[in-house]
């Protein structure tokens, strides 16, 4: 993003050099010069860059304008991509450690020197296991997803 910004500005600073300095035979006014009032050691005039005044520097800072415009909506809508991808991201990741704790619940009651697990329990953990395999095939789905998008944006 910093690149980007840099890389505009450094855009706008060269359009704006070019379409300031016109050749020396146009008819232009000559440079105002300014005095340093708060620094009175600093004894050189300084010129500042009058703007442009015709109509073609005028279309030219428009269309600046505009392909900054299109750059910043570009740059924001990468910005919300990599947003709600990072958001799915952490969904996956929590649910991942909700299903570790779930799978080790599981295995531990499993493992007890019991001789038989109660029915009502042996239905849940099956479920709760179904439902785990589920929702990682679909949370990978979701990753094979991302990952090719994330490829052709960076």
Same mark, same amino acid.
């Given at each position: @993003?910093?690149?980007?910004?840099?890389?505009?500005?450094?855009?706008?600073?060269?359009?704006?050099?070019? %379409? =300031?300095?016109?050749?020396?035979?146009?008819?232009?006014? &000559?440079?105002?010069?300014?005095? #340093?009032?708060?620094? &009175?050691?600093? #004894?050189?005039?300084?010129? %500042?860059?009058?703007?442009?005044?015709?109509?073609? #520097?005028?279309?030219?800072?428009?269309?600046? $304008?505009?392909?900054?415009?299109? =750059? @910043?909506?570009?740059?924001?809508? %990468?910005?919300?991509?990599?947003?709600?991808?990072?958001?799915?991201?952490?969904?996956?990741?929590?649910?991942?450690?909700?299903?570790? $704790? %779930?799978?080790?619940?599981?295995?531990? @009651? *499993?493992? @007890?020197?019991?001789?038989?697990? &109660? *029915? $009502?329990?042996?239905?849940?953990?099956?479920?709760?296991?179904?439902?785990?395999?589920?929702?990682?095939? $679909?949370?990978?789905?979701?990753?094979?997803?991302?990952?090719?998008?994330?490829?052709? =944006? #960076?």
């Amino acid at each position: @993003m910093l690149f980007t910004f840099l890389a505009i500005l450094c855009f706008v600073a060269a359009a704006y050099y070019f %379409i =300031v300095k016109k050749p020396a035979n146009s008819a232009k006014a &000559p440079p105002a010069k300014a005095e #340093s009032v708060s620094a &009175p050691a600093v #004894s050189k005039n300084i010129a %500042i860059p009058q703007p442009p005044n015709d109509a073609s #520097s005028k279309q030219a800072i428009d269309e600046i $304008r505009r392909e900054l415009q299109s =750059v @910043m909506a570009l740059n924001e809508k %990468i910005n919300q991509t990599h947003s709600s991808k990072a958001a799915q991201l952490l969904k996956i990741q929590e649910q991942a450690v909700i299903h570790q $704790r %779930i799978l080790a619940n599981i295995e531990q @009651m *499993s493992s @007890m020197p019991t001789k038989s697990m &109660p *029915s $009502r329990e042996a239905l849940l953990a099956q479920e709760k296991l179904r439902i785990i395999r589920e929702e990682t095939l $679909r949370n990978k789905k979701t990753l094979e997803k991302i990952q090719p998008a994330s490829k052709t =944006v #960076s």
